[in-house]
């Protein structure tokens, strides 16, 4: 039987036959486009979806000028690294990828608040106002939330935990509210058979004269198969995505994510408004996700069956990632996350902010970067603050390097759970009130300026993996006992309180272990591990550990280190006097770091080579034979003000 040759048929059948010629490597997409059309600069698609579903390996994707209110799921991915598949927006033009639909038609309900009701047709398979945000180690605050959102203007507005609350005035603070402490306005959402309701405050504002938005789709830029390798997303702003909690037992779902894949690149981006996170180097999902929070072997048992999937956790499949010069912001979770698939990757240059700062909700998963497995990941150039924690490395930082970064104006810069080396962390700015919560082993830090407090704790209830060097494997399992670190070349600053930090740590519950707190290392003198230590300076009362004997202490000398943001660029200001000349700094490199304990392996370069920490925080070279204490190499004397971002 023959099948008559329509017009769309014929058209369709010329665009896939270019697709896949030699010549047809470059699709352009915009706004004012077709996806009748063949996808050239003249005569662009209109989708950015049928350009993905259209390219092969080698192809490049260029999206001109425009909002697109779409999801991209790449159906391939590319074959080599010189072989990619690459999504770029056009040079010098902005392009906004959204996961939001606009609503116009409110109406008013009482006072200042407006009304819409919605097909449940509007959202298609996916309604975020019907999606309950759940998963392992989740902490809803005694309420439900959705991933669905509301946007006035392109900031989001707080969702209610009832329509009572929201039908009181925008500047009412109704008694024992979850939301009375914020001053932003609410929305409420109430799901039916057949329609969406929301309710949402615009004070003094008609919403229909407005730009508002509402979550449609769960995610922007994100495959929905594993095994997508190769893929390149450049040059674009993603916003609105109405993703789910993405803890490391199940599959995580980011605005822009890898979903268990090999070699992407993903540069210059701005990512933001994110229900849960921002960028996904994560898991796949299977019949386990959300199942093992309970479980004492529930991640071990996670890292097992990653190893059996058809597509294994090894080196050769996972991870290699370049995460770098993106901005990531307003996520409610992470605004980097990964487990698992993040390992072998290279994260720089990134700035992250405002991640989990409003606090509806809660958990165990909270970060700038929320990394598992973190093998052979450099962590270098970044600019995180105004979050939860900084950094938090949890489980198997193992060849890991962590250098060059600012942190500030977190509720602490770097936390390393359950590791056991070895790992690097050099030239750091940690400005925040704890620079370092502690609950790891064979940790090597390296000139970093500690201006806040050092949190230490053995984790004897867990016993968690050490690998081979560079790899996946697993080679044993053994619980946290606590110092076995580096600790050389160090700038710790106190709080003028030498009293203060002999014993602040409050006492421990029955059968948890001790944490010890304060500045300065003294707070490892009861791990049962020893420290490596020489070369470090002690300002304002934070103290040494107990058996350091090289190290310069200026108790009554505050340096008054701080930052400050000037016309959009940071800049550090400090006075360390003359002490930093007085220290026996000891070059730091892979002789003197020698082996970590429980792996037994040399603190190395990702690829095996000797490591030699003999650069400062921007880039300079140091002196071999007396590097200079701190991050930054040969400072002057007296007030300084160096510009650090």
Not at 441 to 447: K, R, T, V
Not at 590 to 607: N, R
């Amino acid at each position: 039987m023959s099948v008559p040759l329509t017009p769309t048929f014929v058209v369709y059948t010329t665009v896939l036959l270019l697709a896949m010629s030699a010549k047809a490597d470059m699709f352009h997409v915009a706004t004012t486009g077709s996806d009748a059309n063949h996808g050239t600069r003249t005569l662009p698609f209109r989708t950015i979806q049928h350009a993905a579903d259209l390219a092969q390996p080698g192809d490049t994707i260029i999206v001109h000028t425009g909002v697109y209110r779409e999801r991209v799921n790449p159906p391939r991915g590319g074959e080599s690294d010189r072989k990619r598949i690459t999504y770029q927006a056009a040079p010098g033009e902005t392009v906004e990828i959204k996961g939001s639909e606009i609503v116009k038609s409110w109406t008013k309900a009482k006072g200042d608040v407006w009304q819409v009701t919605l097909p449940n047709s509007f959202f298609g398979r996916f309604n975020p106002y019907a999606d309950v945000i759940h998963g392992d180690w989740f902490d809803p605050k005694g309420r439900k939330h959705h991933t669905g959102a509301v946007y006035l203007d392109g900031d989001w507005l707080v969702e209610a935990a009832s329509l009572e609350e929201v039908l009181l005035p925008a500047d009412a603070k109704p008694e024992g509210k979850k939301n009375s402490n914020l001053k932003s306005n609410l929305w409420f959402a109430q799901v039916e058979a057949t329609n969406t309701m929301l309710w949402a405050q615009f004070p003094g504002v008609n919403p229909n004269e407005h730009l508002v938005e509402i979550n449609a789709r769960q995610t922007v830029f994100y495959p929905a198969q594993p095994g997508r390798n190769f893929i390149t997303v450049r040059g674009f702003t993603m916003s609105h995505a109405a993703t789910p909690w993405a803890p490391p037992t199940a599959e995580q779902v980011g605005l822009l994510g890898t979903h268990w894949s090999k070699g992407w690149i993903i540069e210059s981006n701005n990512i933001s408004y994110s229900i849960c996170s921002g960028i996904s180097l994560g898991k796949y999902g299977d019949q386990f996700d959300n199942t093992s929070a309970d479980s004492a072997e529930g991640y071990v048992k996670t890292i097992e069956r990653a190893h059996a999937h058809n597509i294994a956790w090894a080196k050769e499949n996972i991870g290699h990632h370049i995460v770098r010069n993106n901005t990531v912001s307003h996520c409610e979770q992470a605004g980097i996350v990964g487990s698992l698939g993040c390992s072998f990757s290279t994260v720089t240059g990134n700035t992250i902010h405002d991640i989990h700062v409003r606090r509806l909700f809660t958990g165990v998963e909270m970060a700038g970067i929320k990394f598992h497995g973190a093998i052979d990941t450099e962590i270098s150039r970044n600019h995180v603050y105004q979050t939860c924690r900084g950094l938090w490395l949890d489980w198997m930082t193992q060849g890991t390097r962590v250098s060059q970064n600012l942190f500030h104006d977190n509720s602490q810069d770097v936390y390393v759970e359950v590791n056991h080396g070895p790992f690097v962390v050099d030239n750091n700015l940690f400005l925040s009130s704890v620079s370092l919560m502690d609950f790891s082993e064979g940790g090597a830090y390296a000139h970093n300026l500690m201006a806040g407090k050092i949190i230490s704790r053995p984790e004897p209830r867990r016993e968690t993996p050490f690998h081979p060097a560079h790899s996946t494997k697993i080679a044993g399992l053994l619980s946290i006992k606590g110092g076995d670190n580096r600790f050389y070349n160090n700038i710790f600053i106190g709080d003028g309180k030498l009293s203060a930090v002999v014993t602040n740590a409050p006492k421990p519950a029955a059968g948890k272990p001790q944490s010890d707190i304060g500045y300065g290392l003294w707070v490892y003198d009861n791990r049962e591990l020893p420290l490596q230590t020489g070369g470090n300076v002690y300002f304002n009362g934070a103290r040494p550990y107990t058996n350091e004997l090289s190290s310069v202490m200026q108790p009554a000398i505050d340096p008054k280190v701080g930052i400050v943001k000037e016309g959009g660029q940071y800049y550090l200001h400090f006075d360390f006097g003359s002490a930093l000349e007085q220290a026996s700094p000891i070059p730091v490199n892979s002789t003197l770091l020698g082996k970590a304990k429980i792996a037994g392996l040399p603190y190395e370069k990702i690829d095996g080579s000797p490591l030699a920490i003999d650069r400062d925080y921007f880039g300079k070279v140091r002196s071999k034979a007396t590097p200079t204490p701190g991050p930054f190499e040969r400072l002057d004397h007296g007030s300084q003000k160096i510009l650090v971002w």
